[in-house]
């Protein structure tokens, strides 16, 4: 699908929103923004030299091998085998330690005559002390592969494993997204990791991604590069029979949100300067033509099986749609990124005291991921729907809104409205204000998001401190 590239009366409304005779990011003068002079800014060649750096003019695709058919857990031990792999480390929860794919998996495992141990102690969510125990369980047992069976937390807490494992001497914050953390490149050759996902949502299976709470920031951040992602995926709709109602909707609208944002992000050859060595070339690297494929190709399958999924727990059809759909936005995202809902989400999840969602079995507050990134959705679109606002009719269309009559500039508040139903048809909570927030707290909201670099600089429009505050306001109710 080609790149959309704005109407002339989207720049003219930009650059009246700057209040600059330029279009371009760089002059924004709101406090807190990223700025990126766009290929043929006036500035950016007055100001260039011979030895500064050119635009991004390349993208990368990497992901991990996927194996998708019911019942695919059970080849989980040959794979180990035929990786000659004689020490595996299995991470899982304490709640998937119960079920089926658990049990399917280690019954694999001791086919194949493979040695193996078990590490049930996955927070879902997790925090950068959950997974330090994981490291320091993995640094002791010394692997020669990993094996993930769970959902994105525990998909994520076994990258975290794998690589700190790797980097014996490292620390937690070593390879951190900056500014939270020192964002050093992965330089080594990393185990072999085998995800098994367990719910159809997150797409970590896919990606280069590992995300925990940063207690002492109070912020979410996480470890972003493509070496981290696994080496296989195993995408077996059977592992997915035992998600309550509850997780389904979660982890669904966290692959509906995969897909908008990457398809709206913002294009990769308008992301800022190209990497000195490609080693540094960021997994989300902004929308490309490729990513597009697999973001808008999931939103479509997100739209009809979603709410099959969530309504009827039998419909096997739209789960497995459901797997896939995953898979395709991890795809996409994982090259193209995410922006403003993931970006707001880390701060909505990670300041909550209080709020436990329905249906999960925790002993902890939780805002499960899913939920947190949807409730601000609609208030983005209605941000970000000046730029490229055709692909904002078109995500609309999607969810379907009949946008027969729509003009461009109504596009973000068109498809903010059409995202307003579709999740109050799912019964999603009602904003942000449902998990105990009030205008009060949004300053700390705002502080805890502006940190979030990797994501927030992925977004199509220049986004500070005055611009997440809307988004926040917008989000107190949606219905």
């Known amino acids: 699908m080609p790149l959309i590239r704005p109407s002339a009366k989207a720049v003219s409304n930009l650059m009246r929103m700057v209040g600059s005779s330029c279009s371009c990011p760089a002059?924004?003068?709101?406090?807190?923004?990223?700025?990126?002079?766009?290929?043929?800014?006036?500035?950016?060649?007055?100001?260039?030299?011979?030895?500064?750096?050119?635009?991004?003019?390349?993208?990368?695709?990497?992901?991990?091998?996927?194996?998708?058919?019911?019942?695919?857990?059970?080849?989980?031990?040959?794979?180990?085998?035929?990786?000659?792999?004689?020490?595996?480390?299995?991470f899982t929860d304490a709640n998937i330690a119960k079920l089926h794919p658990l049990k399917t998996a280690v019954e694999s495992i001791e086919r194949a005559k493979v040695g193996y141990t078990v590490f049930k102690d996955v927070r879902v969510e997790p925090s950068d002390q959950s997974f330090q125990?994981?490291?320091?369980?993995?640094?002791?047992?010394?692997?020669?592969?990993?094996?993930?069976?769970?959902?994105?937390?525990?998909?994520?807490?076994?990258?975290?494993?794998?690589?700190?494992?790797?980097?014996?001497?490292?620390?937690?914050?070593?390879?951190?997204?900056?500014?939270?953390?020192?964002?050093?490149?992965?330089?080594?050759?990393?185990?072999?990791?085998?995800?098994?996902?367990?719910?159809?949502?997150?797409?970590?299976?896919?990606?280069?991604?590992?995300?925990?709470?940063?207690?002492?920031?109070?912020?979410?951040?996480?470890?972003?590069?493509?070496?981290l992602k696994p080496m296989l995926g195993i995408i077996d709709s059977l592992n997915t029979r035992s998600m309550p109602q509850q997780v389904?909707?979660?982890?669904?609208?966290?692959?509906?949100?995969?897909?908008?944002?990457?398809?709206?992000?913002?294009?990769?050859?308008?992301?800022?300067?190209a990497p000195a060595n490609p080693l540094q070339r960021p997994a989300y690297q902004g929308s490309n033509p490729i990513s597009d494929i697999w973001s808008f190709k999931a939103l479509g399958m997100v739209a009809k099986a979603l709410p099959r999924s969530v309504a009827d727990p039998d419909d096997i059809e739209a789960q497995e749609a459901m797997t896939l759909a995953a898979a395709y936005a991890g795809i996409g995202f994982g090259n193209g990124g995410v922006h403003l809902m993931h970006g707001c989400s880390y701060g909505i999840s990670g300041l909550n005291r209080s709020y436990l969602h329905p249906q999960y079995n925790v002993d902890h507050p939780l805002c499960p991921h899913g939920i947190s990134v949807a409730v601000t959705s609609p208030a983005v679109a209605e941000f970000t729907g000046s730029m490229y606002p055709e692909r904002h009719l078109e995500i609309a269309q999607v969810l379907g809104a009949d946008i027969t009559n729509a003009k461009n500039e109504d596009a973000g508040a068109v498809l903010g409205d059409a995202l307003r139903k579709f999740l109050q048809g799912l019964g999603v909570p009602d904003g942000i204000s449902a998990f105990g927030y009030s205008s009060s707290d949004i300053a700390p909201l705002v502080d805890s998001i502006l940190p979030q670099h990797r994501v927030l600089k992925m977004s199509p429009r220049q986004t500070g401190a005055e611009q997440i505050a809307w988004i926040l306001e917008r989000s107190l109710k949606n219905y």
């Open 27 to 90: 002059h924004s003068s709101t406090p807190g923004t990223m700025h990126v002079h766009r290929p043929g800014c006036s500035s950016s060649h007055r100001h260039a030299s011979a030895t500064t750096p050119k635009s991004e003019y390349a993208f990368e695709m990497a992901t991990s091998t996927v194996r998708v058919g019911k019942g695919a857990t059970q080849e989980l031990g040959m794979d180990l085998a035929n990786l000659k792999a004689k020490r595996v480390m299995v």
């Open 248 to 273: 389904r909707l979660a982890s669904g609208l966290d692959v509906l949100c995969h897909a908008i944002e990457s398809y709206t992000a913002i294009p990769y050859y308008l992301r800022g300067e």
């Open 133 to 227: 125990e994981a490291i320091d369980a993995a640094r002791k047992y010394k692997p020669d592969a990993i094996v993930a069976v769970g959902g994105g937390s525990t998909i994520d807490t076994a990258k975290a494993a794998n690589l700190y494992t790797v980097f014996g001497e490292a620390h937690l914050l070593d390879f951190v997204n900056a500014p939270l953390g020192k964002g050093k490149p992965i330089d080594r050759l990393l185990l072999p990791l085998i995800a098994v996902p367990t719910t159809a949502g997150t797409g970590s299976e896919c990606t280069g991604t590992a995300i925990f709470d940063l207690k002492a920031k109070n912020a979410k951040t996480g470890i972003s590069d493509r070496a």
